[in-house]
Each structure stands twice: as C-alpha cells, then as structure tokens.
C-alpha cells in the first residue's frame, strides 16, 4: 500500500463522457509525482482526493495537448493557493516557453520555485534519485519527441520472518540491522544470523509507463521485469483508422505482446479512443495474448505489490 | 427564445466541485459565440449539450488563465473532429503567440482556418456586425488589460397586432412589408396601414458581459439599458482578502450599483470566489441595491427576451 498509482484519466485526444484526459499519479512511500497533466486534470484530482500539494515533480511524456494542455492551470492554482514548496518539471523543451509566456501574459509571478527539467529527444537517462527511489526516462515512438518513463525503488530491505522474530524480544534497532542483511549481537553474546531469521528481499517494484507510441520492442530492455506496465491501447487490432495512427499507436494485441516480451507482473492498458463506449472488446484482445491485463479506470488505484504480497 | 446565454462556468480563480470556469455561450437567432474560455470548458459543452462545431467567435476578456485556459483544448478537438468552419478569436494580442507555439509544439497545422483579431488595450470598437447583430467590446478595470463585451441585435421589426392582422387575410408577403413599417396595398386597392396592424418595434434586445473588472461607473455608457447584464460579483462586500483584489473585482453590491445605474433589466452576478458554497448571501446582497438579480448557475439557461415577453 505504499506504492500505487491513481489514473485521473484514460482518454485519447479528447474527452469522453466517462474518461478525462491523461494524468497519473504515482504515489510512493510518502512521494507523490504526476505522469502528464491533460486539460481538467485539476477537476480530476479535485474529484478523486489527489493531494495535489503534495506533488513534488511532474514528468510530461510528450508535447500533445491531451497530455499537458492542463498543466498551465494547475500550476496556476499552486499559485493561487500560496504553494511555496519547489516544483520540478520534466518535459521536452517546448513545454518551458509555452509555460513562461502564458505566466507573461498574466502577469504572474510564481509564488513557488518552478524548475524545468529538460528531457533531449531520443534520451534515456536517470532524471530523479533518492535514497529509496528512482525515476528514468527511455524514448518511444510517435510523430513528435515522446518519452516514457520507469520509477524503481531502491536499496529493498529484507523482510523478518514473524514466527521467528517474535520470540526473540529483540530491541528495535535490532530490526534495521537484520533487514538490512547485518547479523545481530544480543547483550549476552548471541549472535543473531540475518540469513536465519529474514528472507532475501524481494525484486524492487517498479512502474512503467508507456504512453504515447507505436509498436515498439525497443522498449523492452527499459522496462523488463516491472511490477506495473501502464501502456498505451488506443485501438483494436485492425481499427486504426489511418496508417498515421498505426504508426504512431499501439492496439491492444499488441500493448499485450510487449508486456509479454518485457515479462511484466501487470499490464494497465488505457488511453482509449473516444470511439470506445465499453472497454470490454480492448481487454479481450489483449488477455488472449497477456492474461494479467486490466483496463485503466478513471479514479481507480493501482497497487504495485511486491511478487509475493 | 431566440436570443439566450448558457453559463457553461461560474467560478474565478479556481474550481469550486459545483462551479466550472468562466465560459458563456450567447445564441442569437441561430449564431452561436462563446465568451471567454476557462480550462475544462469542453467538458462543460458536453455536459450542457452546447452545440460547440456551431460557435463561430470566440471572445477573450482578458488573459488570466482562469479565462482562457480551455482555448488550446477546444481549438486541438476542433481540429481532431475535422472542423472545416472558420474560426474568429478576438484578444489581447499575446494570445495568438500562446496559441500558435503550442500548436507548434505539437506540429499541428490546424484543418480549419482560424483568425485572430486584436483588442487593443482600453479600446472601445465594434468587433463584429452583421444585418441583425452587432457585438462590440469596452474597457474594463482590472490589473492586465481587460474588455467587456455588448452584444445587441440590430434592425428590430415592428410586431404584427395579430387580433388585427388575422381576419384580414393577407398574403405572406405583407407580413415582412408592414414590420417594416411600411404600408401594404392589396389587389382591391384597399391600403392597409402599417401603423394601425402593428405596433413599434421594441427597443432592441442586448447582453452585456463585464469580468473581470473593479467597480466602474465608466462601464455604465457602454452597457445602459442591456436587457441583461452580466457583471462578476466575486465576493461579498467586505471579504475581499487583499486590496488588490478588492481593486480589481468586483463585490456583489457593486455590480448591482452598476445594474442600477446602468438601468438595465436583469442581471446576473457570477464568477464567485471558490469560497462560496452557497450563493444565497451574494445574492441578497445584490437584491437589496437591484432586485432583479438571479446568479449565475453552471448549465443554465438565460433568455434575453423582449421586455413585454
């Protein structure tokens, strides 16, 4: 429960009358950070609780309005409620003027440090760190610079083993020490073996985010392995309605194959055409190919657990 | 019912859970405008049932984001639904700038022709006019440029007395001829009089739109005798928390001194700080300097009917 991500939205291009436009929260451990920002993000997060201060940084996969024409506005509410804690955004490098012409426009002068981050085209590159979480960045295929990105925790403690613990009354400090692989002396000389009384610690969890992009297995070395892979499902196989938005998207067949080939735990598949009244024809189609798939819900929580959990 | 204004947003500022941001749509004998553009406006035509390929003109009163911020979005699903109608945007100049690199940003070359046309700073001039409206802009006060708008209908025709005209029989044709004014000869010889089957036209109907601005007496030549008038009305009178915003809007006893002195027939107070869950008190406010008020409310409707109607 310390990791999951909230989809404010799983609409395409525009709005449909039960999915707003792009926008994902990941929360972790206390972090919360924001995966593009489609216009009515705000009222999204205003619907679903998002504690929207809390948002450290904001990571913009690409330039097309349905994933940041509600940026402008949010951060213009930070604005207006007093925000003072600094905000970091990550985005290609358009996004920057876009955004200080418009504060121009208004005359506003930010009442929080903004910091812009940019992503070059085509880079893959570690954009955030911290002691127990990391955040990168991997290029995918579109008509415009686009880029997803891959959040890992980090330095994953071993975990005790209840039955054996308990009974041992040992002091607190002791509990850091073995999870961290250490063994433990106990006043009167025991030693307490780590290896014996917790079990290796698990693969880190991750969340791969995928979204906007064609086909493309070059993807696959950059999120192998992740707990949570949200790609993009924009058609079904065959309902692409030009060669442009073949390219250029992915359908649900093959959002699947590439969670397959990237050996994900769990795939979210989202960003809909607004074609699609009922998301049952999508979520067919990919569990033939990848049967742990669910479909992206506006407002709905996703927990990213570890493989045992 | 051939001349009414939607409230698509009533809030300032920010989202309030049961108030959108500043739009208005005015329809006038088939033409659709839209006055200012807040984020989230699109899903407010959606909701409200506005026929948004309709609109023709779209209006910005200033550039504050809380009025403009749903423009971009509406311009990209005007472009992705294949629009092919012109499109007339008349601001401040930075606008098209705004608009244009984000189009960039994004490489879209939009599939409509969209014009844009400047309001100069402080400029009072007619925008637009045609054989049976006019709409035309003046100054308000606020603390970056900002315009209100008029919009009256023009070359208004007498009304037929019907107890007179239907026993007479008349062709079609006399009908348009006598609310001209002029007088009709049938084939008898016999003349039937303009002035005795038909009564003077009324004054003509107008909608007058002021936000944001501080109190103005200046506004008053602009709008006097509006069939209605919208003025904002963001606080009550005493709760603006800053004497800057206390300078730059106005309190809901203010806009009804305007109404007042303005001699309008209705108004409605709108575009309401976030921090009013209920409206009655703005509104008693009001009522008390101008007892015609009714506020603005998300989705509804507002005739602009002739005063007799």
Redesign the interface.
């Known amino acids: 429960m310390d990791f999951f991500v909230t989809i404010l939205g799983s609409s395409s291009?525009?709005?449909h009358?039960l999915r707003g436009l792009t926008a994902h929260v990941v929360s972790f451990k206390g972090r919360y950070f924001l995966i593009d920002c489609g216009?009515?993000t705000?009222?999204q997060m205003?619907r679903y609780g998002t504690p929207m201060q809390k948002i450290s940084s904001i990571f913009i996969s690409h330039?097309?309005?349905?994933h940041f024409?509600?940026l402008?506005?949010l951060l213009?509410?930070y604005h207006?409620?007093h925000r003072k804690a600094p905000l970091h955004i990550y985005s290609h490098a358009?996004?920057r003027?876009?955004i200080t012409?418009?504060l121009?426009?208004?005359?506003t002068t930010l009442a929080y440090p903004l910091h812009f981050h940019v992503i070059e085209e085509g880079s893959d590159a570690v954009l955030y760190e911290d002691e127990e979480i990391s955040i990168s960045t991997f290029p995918l295929v579109h008509?415009?610079p686009a880029n997803g990105f891959f959040f890992q925790e980090k330095n994953v403690k071993r975990s005790l083993i209840k039955e054996k613990i308990k009974p041992m009354n040992l002091p607190h400090e002791a509990y850091s020490i073995l999870k961290d692989g250490e063994d433990y002396r106990l006043d009167d000389d025991t030693l307490v073996r780590a290896a014996e009384v917790s079990k290796n610690a698990p693969p880190p969890r991750s969340y791969a985010y995928c979204s906007d992009t064609g086909y493309s297995e070059a993807v696959v070395p950059y999120i192998r392995g992740a707990t949570l892979l949200y790609h993009e499902a924009t058609f079904l196989d065959g309902d692409a309605p030009s060669e442009r938005l073949r390219k250029y998207h992915t359908n649900s067949r093959e959002a699947a194959l590439i969670a397959a080939k990237a050996r994900v735990n769990h795939l979210i598949i989202g960003h809909f055409s607004a074609r699609y009244n009922t998301l049952k024809p999508l979520l067919d189609e990919a569990r033939m190919f990848f049967p742990n798939t669910v479909p992206a819900i506006d407002g709905k929580r996703y927990l990213i657990n570890y493989q045992d959990e």
Chains 1, 2 share one sequence.
């Not at 330039?63 to 349905?66: A, F, P, R, Y």
């Not at 121009?104 to 005359?107: P, W």
């Open positions: 291009a525009t709005f009358k216009e009515g705000q009222i205003q330039l097309h309005g349905d024409y509600g402008i506005g213009s509410t207006l409620f358009a996004l003027e876009i012409m418009q121009e426009a208004s005359e008509s415009i």
